[in-house]
């Protein structure tokens, strides 16, 4: 093989990645393996395996850049038949692992099918959307709805909060960039403001407590605020240059709970402070823009909607756990993309990115 | 065409669509810029202390405590280092789960158990308490590879006190043990509480008692990581630490007692209960302090366990009992050469001053009998002493008068407390009309003096009670021609570092104005006492002059909370036996008192052991083999006492 070969086969291979995307996510995935060999100090093993997830998801989201975005249509119902399914096993026969029941035994491994979901209903929604897409009533976003509210109630009784949260808002970009009245989003938005106390009434005792306990975490030091409490210490403790990489003490004596999943954001802003933070910041951002952009650029009503509910899912992501580690939310079980210790969310957002690169790739080619 | 312009708009809302979402992104991003860097920069140095304070704790370094050694530097209490399993009761949600795991790895005795659960009960406050002490390096290893299964469980590496010696001068020595919520207080009171903080232990009694401040030493300070589980992470020096404050150990305490008098005298006891004070009569200092029986201090130092608490506790012979320093004792005939001395001082009787003794006393309506029934004769005041004559003295009693014989003879010190530096002795009593007044308040009818008390009191009975503490400074005072000084245990403080001494220098406490011929003249007679007295048969042979007094204590009636099985009570009724003596008679180098309960004549029982004693100090000799209990018959022929 002479170098010109081995360029030509390299620049087929790499034909359908988007630089910029590509680049932004190897510098998210940079910084966050080194956090987490802080983070995992104690327990080594975590980084290899996470090494292996990130080859594993890489190579998932290069081939699903290599799809065509027809192919993500075509496929969609199935695919959310299929993971409905799949969550209505959960029900019934999934396995409970820390008090919910998430997981699905496949035999030879188990999986989670909230998790899938989260790609499962934009595809369906974006679909919906897109067959309608001529005439879009009133009918019309009341079926995205009831086809929102299903999986989304099902995954909340797991109870999966945070997967939850994750699969509605996605679904809600989806009915959002789709053209929902902007009077019916003030509507719902007044209607949501105008029942919180009836919510509040509705709420569980723990529910509230929860909901207290982030506007003063020092109520319940040891119980739910102490997470609060001391990821937010780790955070502040970081001040503007950080402790250092793997020089943070709340870190390294293990105050910070779930320190290599949810709240690894406390152990990254420990250790590389606010300078580290804001460059965590400028890289998500310019993901996000890099996907919105994508998204604006998309050829077909359908591609459109997808790219801008993937992007927006991956926001909620950064913003849900930045937020809660940092004091500002409530404690959900949201990890941090491309950095929190996990190998199912991992892929899921690489298949999501993958996604984007293929309807970045194929814009051209279905404009007729 | 009309579709494309559609297409067109449709496009359009759908740009202002992402473009709302995009503003909400940034709008997002910068509520959290906003967020860290109020966390960051504006609460950066608050989070910073908490962070800190999370990381750090300080630990108390306990400093070694001084060592406890005799005037020649037998070492009678010292420190070595062992490992323990402490177990941290608030982090240890099972405790007898726990328990029963651990006993799995290590041998944990049922004694180990009722120990720990008795100190559970008395130290309500504390939440570390050791399980098992002095481990082997085979548990500590076990344990240390299976500490993570353990929350709350650690190994501790600790200085222990250990009482060598055991037994042998276990009273004055006195022991430490763990410190309970009384030792709190008095830490506080006085204000030591930070130096407390890493000392489990403390002196309870005796010289470890007295002396605690001495021997204690300065805790020291070392700043160490914790973990979130409170668990010190050595040498994880995450960020640097303040460097440590080395702690200051506590000095040695010298003491002027001579350990191989010491065992000397508890040998030359047997089998037999009492008590025994060699005094260095030219300074105060303490050569042999007796308490007979003793018991293991050792037993005490981690907590004693219920079963050896209960043997010492409620045992008839009251090994806890220091008899030397709270024992009170009727002085008996030891009594009579300071009524002498106050009879010549007060011009009462002269040496050659002679009675007639027919064997008692007659006042008013009593007779008071002498032990010789038939009387000893003619008896002038040398006699008296050295025949040890009741008659005489009840006689001369009569003459004196209790408030004379109060206010003399309490000038040696009877009655009060000498200041020896060990806590808790008793004062005793020095009968007269005052004392008598003061004593019944609460009994009117009891508070009248009838001079017919006056007479027992004479011969040292009656209401008279000492400490033997009291008895000994009294010969040795009286040996020392009236200059009284404190007696004391300690010679000197040293520092362990710089090898400085602080001298408990002794204190002459007063000097008694006696008459020198009056003086010289009871000496005399104390002489004759061992020469072709009481204590003849005793001294025979000695290569040294002795003054001694031989004495015998009724032991009137049992004290009402005292209960003994009905085998002991015949023995327990039996008088106590006592002698008092000093030598060499020309220049005392020591002088002591003996006692030795239930034993009978003094002459019989106590005379031997202050002869053992004697020749051991002044002649090295050696008390070769433990001496047979004292004669448990009265023997006519060895007539007064």
């Known amino acids: ?368 | 065409m009309k579709e494309l312009k559609n297409v067109r708009r449709e496009l359009h809302y759908f740009q202002v669509r992402l473009g709302v979402a995009g503003a909400l992104v940034l709008g997002a991003f910068a509520v959290l810029f906003g967020r860290f860097f109020y966390l960051q920069v504006i609460q950066h140095d608050y989070y910073d202390t908490k962070a800190e304070d999370n990381r750090i704790s300080i630990v108390p370094i306990q400093p070694n405590r001084g060592l406890i050694l005799d005037r020649k530097g037998v070492v009678l209490a010292r420190n070595y280092s062992a490992y323990t399993l402490e177990l941290t009761l608030s982090k240890i949600p099972d405790l007898e789960g726990t328990i029963k795991s651990l006993g799995t790895l290590v041998d944990i005795q049922p004694r180990d158990r009722r120990r720990f659960q008795k100190l559970r009960e008395e130290s309500k406050g504390q939440d570390n308490l050791p399980l098992k002490t002095r481990l082997t390096d085979e548990e500590v290893a076990v344990l240390a590879v299976n500490r993570y299964r353990f929350p709350g469980v650690d190994i501790k590496g600790r200085l222990f006190r250990q009482y060598p010696l055991g037994e042998q001068a276990s009273h004055i020595v006195g022991y430490i043990s763990r410190i309970d919520d009384r030792d709190v207080d008095k830490i506080e009171e006085s204000d030591q509480a930070g130096n407390y903080k890493g000392t489990d232990h403390i002196g309870k009694t005796g010289l470890e008692q007295s002396y605690e401040q001495a021997l204690h030493g300065t805790t020291g300070f070392e700043q160490v990581e914790t973990d979130a589980s409170g668990r010190i992470v050595r040498g994880a020096n995450v960020r640097a630490l303040a460097p440590r404050t080395p702690p200051v150990p506590g000095n040695n305490l010298v003491l002027t007692l001579d350990m191989g008098l010491q065992e000397a005298a508890e040998r030359a006891f047997g089998e037999n209960r009492g008590a025994l004070v060699a005094i260095e009569p030219s300074t105060g200092g303490i050569l042999a302090f007796v308490s007979k029986p003793g018991y293991d201090p050792n037993l005490f130092i981690d907590g004693i366990d219920p079963a050896n608490w209960d043997a010492l506790n409620n045992s008839p012979d009251h090994p806890l009992n220091n008899r030397a320093l709270t024992g009170l004792y009727p002085p008996g005939s030891t009594f009579k050469p300071y009524m002498a001395l106050a009879a010549l001082e007060l011009g009462k009787r002269t040496p050659t001053q002679t009675i007639f003794d027919p064997g008692y006393f007659i006042f008013g309506n009593n007779r008071f009998r002498d032990d010789k029934a038939d009387g000893h004769g003619y008896v002038d005041m040398y006699k008296s002493i050295v025949v040890s004559c009741d008659t005489y003295y009840y006689n001369l009693a009569n003459d004196l008068g209790i408030d004379n014989m109060a206010h003399f003879i309490g000038q040696f010190g009877f009655g009060a407390k000498t200041g020896i530096d060990v806590e808790g002795e008793f004062v005793g009593v020095l009968p007269s009309p005052e004392w008598k007044l003061k004593r019944f308040k609460s009994a009117p009818a009891q508070q009248k003096w009838f001079p017919g008390e006056t007479i027992s009191v004479g011969i040292g009975q009656g209401y008279n009670s000492y400490t033997p503490l009291q008895l000994a400074q009294a010969v040795a005072t009286l040996a020392n021609d009236g200059v009284m000084y404190r007696p004391h245990f300690v010679d000197y403080i040293q520092n362990p570092i710089t090898g400085e001494r602080k001298y408990v220098a002794p204190q002459p406490l007063k000097t008694i104005p006696l008459k020198a011929k009056n003086l010289e003249f009871v000496k005399h007679a104390m002489i004759g006492v061992n020469k072709e007295g009481t204590g003849a048969r005793a001294f025979a042979g000695a290569a040294y002059v002795s003054a001694g007094k031989t004495g015998t204590a009724q032991v009137v009636a049992l004290k009402k909370d005292e209960k003994y099985s009905e085998a002991n009570v015949d023995e327990r009724l039996r008088d106590h036996a006592l002698f008092i003596a000093f030598a060499p008679a020309d220049d005392p180098k020591i002088a002591l008192a003996v006692l030795v309960e239930n034993a009978g004549f003094g002459a019989r029982a106590a005379a031997p052991v202050a002869r053992k004693v004697l020749d051991f100090y002044l002649l090295g000799k050696g008390v070769d083999k433990p001496a047979a209990p004292a004669p448990k018959l009265r023997d006519d022929d060895d007539g007064d006492d």
């Not at chain 1, 779930?258 to 993901?287: K, M, N, P």
């Open chain 1, 1 to 368: 093989m002479t170098t010109a070969t081995i360029r030509q086969l390299l620049e087929r291979f790499a034909a359908k990645i988007d630089g910029p995307l590509i680049a932004i996510v190897l510098c998210i995935i940079a910084l966050g393996l080194a956090t987490l060999y802080s983070a995992a100090y104690q327990a080594p093993a975590r980084f290899g395996a996470q090494a292996l997830n990130t080859l594993l998801a890489l190579i998932l989201m290069w081939a699903a850049a290599q799809v065509h975005p027809q192919v993500f249509m075509r496929i969609a119902v199935p695919v959310f038949i299929a993971v409905l399914l799949m969550l209505v096993g959960v029900a019934l026969f999934g396995d409970v692992r820390n008090g919910a029941r998430r997981w699905l035994p496949l035999g030879f491994a188990s999986i989670q099918p909230s998790e899938l979901m989260k790609l499962a209903m934009p595809l369906l929604l974006a679909r919906y959307f897109h067959r309608h897409e001529s005439a879009l009533r009133f009918r019309e976003f009341a079926v995205a709805f009831v086809i929102l509210a299903v999986p989304t109630a099902m995954i909340a009784r797991q109870p999966d909060l945070g997967t939850a949260l994750l699969v509605a808002a996605a679904g809600l970009y989806v009915i959002f960039l789709a053209g929902l009245p902007w009077k019916v989003i003030a509507a719902g938005i007044t209607a949501v403001l105008a029942s919180l106390p009836i919510l509040w009434g509705v709420l569980h005792d723990y529910q509230r407590r929860r909901f207290l306990t982030l506007l003063d975490p020092s109520s319940d030091p040891l119980g739910a605020g102490y997470h609060i409490i001391q990821s937010t210490i780790a955070v502040g403790s970081g001040g503007i240059t950080g402790k250092g990489w793997l020089e943070g003490t709340q870190t390294h004596l293990e105050f910070i709970p779930e320190r290599a999943t949810d709240f690894i954001f406390a152990v990254y802003s420990e250790e590389f402070g606010l300078i580290g933070a804001t460059i965590l910041l400028v890289l998500y951002l310019a993901l996000i823009m890099r996907g919105l952009m994508i998204s604006a650029n998309a050829p077909t009503f359908f591609t459109r909607l997808l790219a801008g509910s993937i992007t927006l899912t991956f926001f909620t992501y950064a913003v849900v756990n930045m937020g809660m580690v940092s004091g500002l939310l409530p404690v959900v079980g949201v990890p941090l993309p491309f950095i929190s210790y996990g190998g199912t969310s991992l892929i899921t957002l690489s298949l999501g990115i993958g996604m984007l690169m293929s309807i970045q790739h194929h814009r051209t080619l279905v404009q007729t």
